[in-house]
Structure formats: C-alpha cells, structure tokens
C-alpha cells in the first residue's frame, strides 16, 4: 500500500510542478519538451528531490516511448511517403547516412570504441519532429518546398528509430543481448511483417469497424490500446523490442479507414505517458555537468548543430534544390531529437555510453533543443543574408532557367512566383487571354512535370536578382508572388520594385497583418487569404439568410472599397472596442471585449429576438461558426456579425463593451 501511496504521491508531484513550469514557458514560446526536461531537474535528486518512486515513474516512461511510437507508425502513412518519396528516401536517407558517418569518424578519431562511435552517430542524426512541425504548422509553411522537404527528412529520421533500436544490441561492446543470432531475428522480422500485412489487410479493418459500429468511444479507445500493446507484447515475446511491436501496431492501424479517429482518442494519452518520459530524462540529467564545464558544453552543442546543419544542407543540395531553401531546412534540423534521448537510454542500459558520456549527451540535446525556436526564428533572415553575399551566382541560384531566344524577346509580359493553386489559376487565365508570362518554380519536381506538358515554366529562387533579371523583370508588366513563404514574399516584392520601378506587382499573402509591409515594399496589391475567405463565408451566410444577391454583392463592394480596413481591426492587438463597422444598414458587427457583459454569456440570455436581431455568425480565431444557436456560449475577443435595425443594435452595443 505504501509503494501504491508512494507513486500516486510523485505523480501528483510531477503533474503539479509540469503545469506550473510549461505555464512558465508557454508565456517565453519555449518548448515544452525543455519543459518537462526541467520539471524533471526540478523534481529529481538533482534538484528539489521531492520524487521517491522513481522506478515507477521509470515505468511510466516506458508506456509513454512505446505510446509515441505507437502514434508514429500511425501517422507514417505509407501515401504520404510516396507523395513526399523524394525527400523522404533520397533527402532522410543522405541527411541519416552523412551526419551519421561524420559523427562516427570523428568519435574514432578521439579514440572512442566502435560501438560507441556509431550509436554517437546515430543519436546525433536525428533531429526533433515534435518542435520542427509544430514550428512550421504555427508558420503554416506545410505547402512551401522547405516544409515538404522539411517534413520528408523527419519522416525518414522517425522510420529510422525502429532499426536503430535493433541494431544497438548487434553493435560491438553492447551488454544487451537478442537471446538468439542475427539470422534468427531477421527471420522472426519476416514473419512479423507477414503478420503486418495479413492484419492490416483483413484482420484489423474488420474489427475495428464491428467496433466503430457501436459508436462507443470507451469501446473505441481500449479496443486501439489493446492493439497496439497486445503487438508490442507478442514482439517482445518473438525476442524484439516493445517500441517496435508498437510501431508495428501503428502502421497496421494507419492502412486502415479508421486510422485518424484512433490517432486522435490515442494522442492525450500519448502526451500524459510521453511527458513522464522527458521528466524521467531530465531526473536522470546531472546539471553538475553543465555547471561544471559551461564552456566545454555549449562548444559541443554548437559544433554539433554546425555540423548537423552543414551535413543536412549538403544532402538537400545533392537533391538540386535553391540554396534558399538548403538554409532553410538545414537550419531547422541543426538540433538532436527527442528520439534521441530513447536511444541514448537504450545505448546507455548496454553499456555502449558510460555515465560521463551520457550525461554530457543530455546536456548538449537539452541545449540544441531549447535553441530551435530561436534559429527558426532567424533562419529567413539568415538565409536572405547569405542570398546577398558575394558567393558564386550559380551556387545562389542554381540552376538558371533556361530562357528561349522567344520568351527572352519578350516585353509587357507576365511573371508568375510559384505553381501552386493560384499559380495554376493565373497560368490558365492568361493562357485564355493570350498574355505572354513566364513561370518560375522551385520544386524540380513539378518544374519537369509541367515543362513536358509545354508550360513556360523555369526552376530557380525567386529571391535570388540574378534569376530575376533573367526573366526579363526589367521589361515585364506585372509580377504575380503566389507562394507560401512570407519572408521570401517581402525579398521578392523589394527586389521586384528596385529591379523595375514601373512594374504593377500583386502578392498573395495569408494574413491580413502581412499587407502593409508587403505596401510598403512596394506591392501595388495584396490580397490576403484570411480576407477572401472572410468574404466567401460571409456572403454564403446571407444567402442562407435569402439576402438577395444585389445585396451580397454590394456589401462585398464596400468591404473591399474600405481597403481591408474592417479586417485589419480583427490583426490589432492590443483591440477592444464597441465602436461599430456598418457593412451595410442593416449588418454589423461587433467585439466581446473582455470584462464586457456579454462574455462568457449565451446568445440567448442577450435576448436579441426582441430587438429583431439575428446573430448570422460568430469569428472565433481562425473559424467562423456560422448560423450560431441561442446555447453557444460567447467568449472574450469573438466577432459577432449581426442583422437588424441600426439603431436596436447601437442599444446593445454596451453589452460588448467592458467600459459601462
């Protein structure tokens, strides 16, 4: 009973303290993986000591390693490697294969045995999913070359983790042992991929829909569970690791229709066990290491993100991709991954690494962890920087686009940035219209694809003045920006406007925020995307309404004849105002301001039906709830948009207000 007392007490201890630390860091926009890290440091004997049960929480930490990789399997679909299979298998595979020969000669050269040598090599390769992606959802960069190429490379590097763990034991000088030859596992591997397919084929979709049927999520949720322990058990049992059984399980789920529903009921218990693990990491972290030799550990982080970064742009630039984009991506996956830390505890439990050594490899992650954010932050600027240093042309720019003697002839001609949707859709149109325009891409991919189906389409970085120059910028019209990439968007826009003062230049931008410096670089016009899907729901809400389509029409022509203006006031911060923006005389809308009376309050207790006022949509952050009921419950800085008389709606204007 005393041990039970014991674990509940240091779980209570270690979710008490986790909340307070990432509350803490959650306000400086760190990461929460050096969070839990800390909350580990803090709680253990290193630090506070206020955890007893370590080998609980140890056990704990095993749940949430082989949850992880259960989650990975899932979300590793085989679609989205072939859809990304260059990046993954050629761009993973050198970024792997190089950082991890680099690393091993390296560790030979200062003596170090060849197993440890090659498990150093291994850890070092890997960079962290969990900080990168979330990083680039924040930016919403998924659609631009370096977030494909970025998201590839860490597929590859998450694939890899499982034959990395198998080959630990296999490696010179390790104590663990396989309890049988390696022919013997490579053929109990056989088998479990038979089994895989045979599940994942027939067995699993069947179960897992005569249990989708009952439409119980407890069901649901323990059913998913089962699998994914039930495989890691038999694995182990097969003499394999419990981390690949449950990769295996994640795979065998994610060919499955139900792989999304199961990815979302398994991710909070995912996040509850993997945050035990990191706290488990930073309870084994000595900082008396850190303390003792500061200098000597931050020489080692930053060589290795040097090198990390060096060796990852060179994978990336043997794919023939922009040296833009090779900053870009090589930046981002300068630092040692989470993964890192499960294979260096397995290295260190075969005696691979000693103590000295592990912890010194805690501390250097820690640090390369801890500094992502911020060299994400600078990367685009880092990037433009080295754009405009006296390197060779051909490595800025590679490769020219090759211009025909016709297309070089031409004059008042079109200049469409990137080949994405609106790409495509500027292309056609001006195809229609007979407009000469000329298209530069810098995905390879697509740049041969479309080249073989006769578009005038040229790869190169669009940032780059030479490539500019070289379609003809100075003679050109109009230049159209159609990419994802903000800060490339303002380079482009500034070269464009130098290169061709009389040039009538649109941008196509994300966000309302984004227009006026895009204005004041130069850009004639801007069109924001956050903007026209405002209009878009907007106008759809009232024909819902059966507002009459010259009336739609004409509120749309005075929102865009305000210039934006009513959009940018939702991007101002800090805002809160129940000043009205009349769209037309009878639709308004309205901000809950915080400590107003409206908030926290449902449309229902503000009664507007007696004022014969309908609520037509409420804009939340990113979403707009259209066609709101009376029980949705507002809350501080939400947009109502209204319809009824203009005077009724200035009476409740107060409501919104947090000045009475």
């Known amino acids: 009973m005393a041990t039970e007392l014991q674990l509940l007490n240091s779980i209570v201890i270690v979710i008490s303290l986790s909340v307070v630390v990432l509350f803490i860091f959650h306000r ?4 929460t993986i050096v969070g839990f890290l800390l909350t580990g440091i803090l709680a253990g004997p290193q630090g506070l000591g206020l955890i007893n049960a370590s080998e609980q929480v140890s056990t704990l930490a095993d749940i949430g390693v082989i949850l992880l990789l259960f989650t990975v399997g899932i979300e590793v679909s085989l679609r989205d490697i072939i859809k990304l299979k260059k990046y993954v298998l050629v761009g993973g595979s050198l970024q792997v294969a190089l950082t991890s020969l680099a690393v091993f000669l390296v560790m030979l050269s200062l003596d170090l045995p060849t197993g440890t040598a090659v498990l150093l090599g291994l850890l070092v390769s890997l960079s962290s999913t969990a900080i990168v992606l979330r990083i680039i959802q924040k930016r919403e960069e998924f659609d631009s070359l370096q977030g494909r190429t970025t998201l590839g490379i860490l597929i590859f590097q998450d694939m890899a983790v499982v034959p990395m763990m198998l080959l630990i034991p296999l490696l010179p000088g390790s104590r663990l042992a396989l309890g049988s030859s390696p022919l013997a596992v490579a053929a109990k591997g056989l088998v479990m991929v038979t089994l895989i397919i045979i599940s994942a084929k027939w067995l699993v979709p069947r179960v897992l829909y005569s249990i989708a049927k009952t439409r119980d999520r407890e069901l649901f949720l323990l059913s998913i569970v089962a699998i994914c322990l039930a495989v890691a058990w038999i694995t182990s049992l097969a003499g394999l690791s419990l981390g690949l059984g449950a990769f295996l399980a994640g795979l065998i789920i994610s060919e499955s229709p139900y792989s999304h529903q199961a990815f979302g009921n398994i991710v909070p218990l995912r996040d509850v066990f993997t945050s035990f693990f990191f706290i488990s990491i930073g309870m084994l972290l000595d900082v008396a290491v850190l303390i003792n030799n500061p200098a000597f550990i931050i020489f080692l982080a930053l060589g290795a993100m040097a090198l990390k970064a060096a060796l990852a742009g060179l994978a990336i630039s043997l794919m023939g991709l922009p040296f833009r984009i090779i900053i870009l991506v090589s930046l981002a996956l300068s630092q040692i991954g989470e993964f890192s830390f499960v294979l260096s505890r397995v290295g260190f439990e075969s005696g691979l690494i000693s103590q000295e050594y592990y912890q010194i490899f805690l501390d250097v992650t820690v640090i390369t962890l801890a500094a992502t954010s911020l060299i994400m932050a600078v990367s685009p600027r880092v990037a433009d920087g080295m754009l405009r240093l006296p390197l060779p042309s051909r490595l800025k720019a590679r490769p020219y686009p090759s211009v025909s003697r016709e297309l070089a002839a031409l004059e008042d001609h079109l200049i469409i940035i990137g080949y994405g949707v609106n790409g495509r859709n500027v292309a056609r149109s001006a195809k229609i219209e007979s407009i000469p325009y000329l298209i530069i891409e810098m995905d390879p ?3 041969a694809e479309e080249g073989e189906r006769g578009e005038p389409i040229y790869f190169g970085d669009a940032t780059s003045e030479a490539i500019l120059n070289h379609l003809g910028i100075a003679k050109a019209r109009v230049v159209v920006i159609a990419i994802s990439d903000p800060s490339a968007t303002r380079r482009i826009t500034e ?3 130098r290169l061709n003062p009389d040039i009538f230049i649109i941008a196509r931008t994300r966000y309302v925020q984004e227009m006026k410096p895009l204005h004041d ?3 004639n016009e801007v069109i924001p995307e956050e ?9 759809r809400v009232l024909s819902r309404y059966e507002v009459s389509r010259d009336k739609i029409e004409s509120f749309i022509d005075q929102i865009r004849s305000d210039g934006y203006e009513m959009f940018r ?15 037309t005389e009878d639709i308004s809308t309205l901000r809950v301001c915080q ?5 926290e309050r449902t449309l229902g207790e503000l009664e507007l039906e007696g004022l014969d006022i309908k609520p037509l949509a409420v804009h939340r952050g990113m979403d707009t709830l259209s066609n709101p009921q009376r029980d949705l419950v507002l809350l501080p800085d939400d947009v109502v948009i209204l319809m009824g008389p203009e005077d009724n ?7 919104f207000s947090s000045e009475r």
């Open 28 to 31: 400086l926009r760190a990461p």
């Open 531 to 539: 903007y026209e899907t405002s209009i878009e729901i907007f106008s």
């Open 495 to 497: 070269l464009a406007r």
């Open 445 to 447: 991919e697509i740049v």
């Open 569 to 583: 006031s939702y991007s101002r911060e800090p805002y809160c105002s129940a000043n009205l923006s009349l769209m």
């Open 521 to 523: 670089l130069g850009a």
């Open 649 to 655: 709606i200035h009476k409740i204007a107060d409501l």
């Open 595 to 599: 400590g107003s009376p409206a908030a």
